[in-house]
C-alpha cells in the first residue's frame, strides 16, 4: 500500500516511501510529518476518487448556474424562463451540499 505521511503543522499529506525533508505548504521539517495508520490511507486513498468527481461536479454545476442565468435574462417565454429558474435553484443547492459532503470528508480524514 502507497504510503501517506502527514504535516503535523499544516495536515498536508505527502504520498510517498518518505516524508518530504520540508512540507510544500507550510515549509515544517520532515520531523513534523507522521506516517498515516494504514486503515486512515487506505480511507484516503478509496475516497480520492469521489472527492474529485465531487469538485468536477460542483464546476459542471457553475456553467450551469451561468447558462441559467443568461437564459433568464433573454427571458423568450414563460416556460423557457421557468426552466431556467429551477436549474439555477437545482444548481445552487447540488454545489452547497457538494461543499457540505466535502467538509465532511475532511473532518473524517478522508482527504489527500
Keep these: ?5 502527514k504535516c503535523g503543522v499544516c495536515g498536508y499529506l505527502h504520498h510517498g516511501d518518505e516524508a518530504p525533508e520540508s512540507c ?3 515549509g ?4 513534523q510529518f507522521s506516517l498515516l495508520a494504514e486503515d486512515a490511507a487506505a480511507l484516503v486513498l478509496k475516497s480520492s476518487r469521489t472527492n474529485d468527481i465531487h469538485m468536477e461536479i460542483a464546476s459542471l ?3 450551469i448556474a451561468v447558462l441559467s442565468k443568461e437564459g433568464q435574462d433573454i427571458n423568450l417565454d414563460p416556460g423557457c424562463k421557468a426552466i431556467f429558474d429551477k436549474a439555477a435553484a437545482k444548481a ?3 454545489r452547497q451540499q457538494i461543499k457540505a459532503e466535502i467538509v465532511t470528508h475532511i473532518s473524517k480524514g478522508k482527504w489527500g
Design 1 to 5: 500500500m502507497q504510503k501517506i505521511w
Design 24 to 26: 510544500p505548504k507550510c
Design 92 to 94: 445552487q443547492i447540488l
Design 61 to 63: 454545476l457553475e456553467q
Design 28 to 31: 515544517a521539517p520532515k520531523s
